[in-house]
């Protein structure tokens, strides 16, 4: 039996209206499992962009008119005709043994398109499938749902297609480019992170109807153009680590409970928006109130949360490592801040039994750098 959504997490959204989950924001919750800000926000159902805004610390994120309207061009050329395109990359580009091919649209069924009707028929579609029943191949438009946080979120995938090795394959179909073989890394992970919310919830789906979840394959079928063209290309790419990652996420979404009960009673980051929708809330209550939520800055929180701005300053202003990113942050375990990393480096702090190697290894590079951008150093290196 689900627990209903703790009332503290309503008081913390206050009078907004609550946003629910999706694809994209789903997957964003794998890119920073740390932060409690983004967690209790998310929970919440806040409005991440208007309280960064009137925090004063505005982001822009969503693609450009341009980027949108590439994509659902791109997306119709690969499946006009019945997918006939997607099809040609399946067996040239994948060597995929597919002759006969069942196309269904689960856009509408019988006239109506409301999620909860698409929801049943794509659920009865697909396990028919498993099943053996019926000549479906390839499935468009099917509606999923998740629990997430005590709340229903629809999802639909790219495409669905079935029966590859009898498994179920998630394909998503992006309009940026695989040059000779390679696509932006940024790109495709943000992509295999979006498909991962569309296995679970597959997987959610099927086993509610008695069907073993692992049918549900957690290699995805990413589509895009080929170098500079609009001719498709794929690849299958393994996400088996970002599904097991998004599931933990989604069970700490499940357990925010325990993170309620380290925030001080009465905290809310409700805007109390007047009638034409602008914040009566003084700007600075609104800061402290965010201030009083650990976060857990990394530099790419820049590229997926609109609170990133924010917690950058507040890193900044703690002179946190994590401003500085994982790469800067992984060797130095165990050191938070510039100030101790600058102190241990110079001498002048003692270290710990644990940060003694560490202290070591700061100094030696301190020395080098000393050595480096010397007077003599310099003036030697100018007379060779």
């Given at each position: 039996m689900k627990v209903a959504p703790d009332n503290r997490l309503d008081a913390l959204r206050g009078s907004a209206t609550r946003l629910n989950f999706n694809a994209r924001s789903l997957a964003a919750l794998e890119n920073n499992p740390r932060c409690t800000l983004r967690s209790v926000l998310d929970a919440s159902g806040?409005?991440?962009?208007?309280?960064?805004?009137?925090?004063?610390?505005?982001?822009?994120?969503?693609?450009?008119?341009f980027a949108i309207t590439r994509g659902n061009t791109f997306e119709k050329m690969v499946k006009?005709?019945?997918?006939?395109?997607?099809?040609?990359v399946l067996r040239e580009v994948l060597d995929l043994p597919i002759s006969q091919?069942?196309?269904?649209?689960?856009?509408?069924?019988?006239?109506?398109?409301?999620?909860?009707?698409?929801?049943?028929?794509?659920?009865?579609?697909?396990?028919?499938?498993?099943?053996?029943?019926?000549?479906?191949?390839?499935?468009?438009h099917p509606l999923l749902r998740l629990?997430?946080?005590?709340?229903?979120?629809?999802?639909?995938?790219?495409?669905?297609?079935?029966?590859?090795?009898d498994k179920l394959h998630v394909v998503e179909i992006k309009s940026f480019p695989v040059v000779d073989g390679q696509a932006d890394p940024a790109l495709v992970k943000s992509a295999t992170t979006q498909?991962?919310?569309?296995?679970?919830?597959?997987?959610?789906m099927l086993a509610a109807?008695?069907?073993?979840?692992?049918?549900?394959?957690?290699?995805?079928?990413?589509?895009?153009?080929?170098?500079?063209?609009?001719?498709?290309?794929?690849a299958f790419v393994d996400a088996q680590n970002q599904v097991k990652n998004l599931a933990r996420q989604l069970e700490r979404i499940e357990r925010v409970s325990s993170q309620l009960d380290l925030l001080p009673d009465g905290i809310t980051f409700d805007l109390d928006k007047d009638e034409r929708g602008r914040p009566r809330r003084p700007q600075s209550e609104l800061l402290k109130a965010l201030e009083l939520v650990p976060a857990a800055y990394r530099p790419d929180c820049l590229n997926h949360c609109e609170m990133a701005f924010f917690?950058?300053?507040?890193?900044?202003?703690?002179?946190?490592?994590?401003?500085?990113g994982p790469v800067v942050t992984e060797p130095l375990g165990g050191i938070d801040t510039t100030s101790m990393a600058l102190g241990l480096a110079h001498k002048r702090l003692e270290p710990s039994q644990e940060q003694v190697e560490i202290a070591a290894a700061l100094r030696h590079a301190a020395w080098l750098r000393a050595e480096l951008t010397s007077p003599r150093s310099t003036s030697a290196g100018g007379a060779q």
């Open positions: 806040s409005n991440k962009q208007d309280i960064a805004e009137h925090a004063g610390y505005r982001t822009q994120f969503g693609q450009s008119i006009a005709d019945g997918c006939a395109e997607l099809l040609r091919v069942g196309y269904h649209d689960l856009d509408e069924v019988s006239g109506v398109s409301s999620p909860s009707v698409r929801h049943r028929e794509t659920a009865r579609k697909l396990v028919a499938a498993v099943n053996g029943e019926g000549d479906g191949l390839l499935y468009d629990e997430v946080g005590g709340q229903p979120v629809f999802l639909e995938p790219d495409l669905v297609a079935f029966k590859f090795g498909a991962c919310a569309y296995i679970l919830a597959l997987r959610s109807h008695g069907v073993h979840p692992e049918i549900v394959s957690d290699r995805i079928i990413l589509v895009g153009p080929k170098n500079f063209t609009n001719r498709p290309t794929g917690c950058r300053s507040r890193a900044r202003a703690c002179r946190s490592l994590d401003v500085l």
